[in-house]
């Protein structure tokens, strides 16, 4: 019954198409579900606490002083650092991403550090870092033109909702639930 129910709630023949100004309207209380978040673009050297123990910031400042005073080239500066097991250049990536890979300590100060040179070192869950930020685009909220197809399925799938939680308010008017004694649940169940 219940999932008969559902399918007849996901009848879209009732939903109506909006009214002039009402995506704008659903746009402007709701802005927020449609804010495109920060990205980053920057690669990294990686200073292994595996390998190089107790070391490895101290390895990671040492390596971003002689960055800082010679003009190496990418393979010369990659020889100063420890491989890493993921990428060393990341294109455009949302902060979310960076910080579940990373951590947020790290998506934190990449955010923090000046576009166009090495920075650091910076903690990750892995290790030390040197990072190289090469650009940085703080989050936004888009105009609605760029996301009236977003805000219109959204709106569509509140309305659905809304559809859906008045006929089960309606149905429940409808109907009464009786737990029998010996199947009601008086405390925590436990899986034994």
Partial sequence: LAQKMEFLFEDV????EPAAGELEAYFAESSARFVQPARVTFRQLYFSPDRRGARAREDAAHA?????????????????ADPFMFQDYYGDRPVEQVATAFGPGFAEALFRAAPGSWQGPVQSGYGWHLVYVDSQTPARTPAFAEVEADVRRAWMEAQRDALKQRALAEMRT?????????LAVTGPVSAS
């Fill in 13 to 16: 023949s009732a939903l109506r």
């Fill in 64 to 80: 971003l002083d002689t960055l800082a005073s010679a003009r190496l080239d990418s393979a010369a500066a990659e020889a100063l």
């Fill in 174 to 182: 409808r109907y009464e639930i009786v737990v029998p004694e010996d």
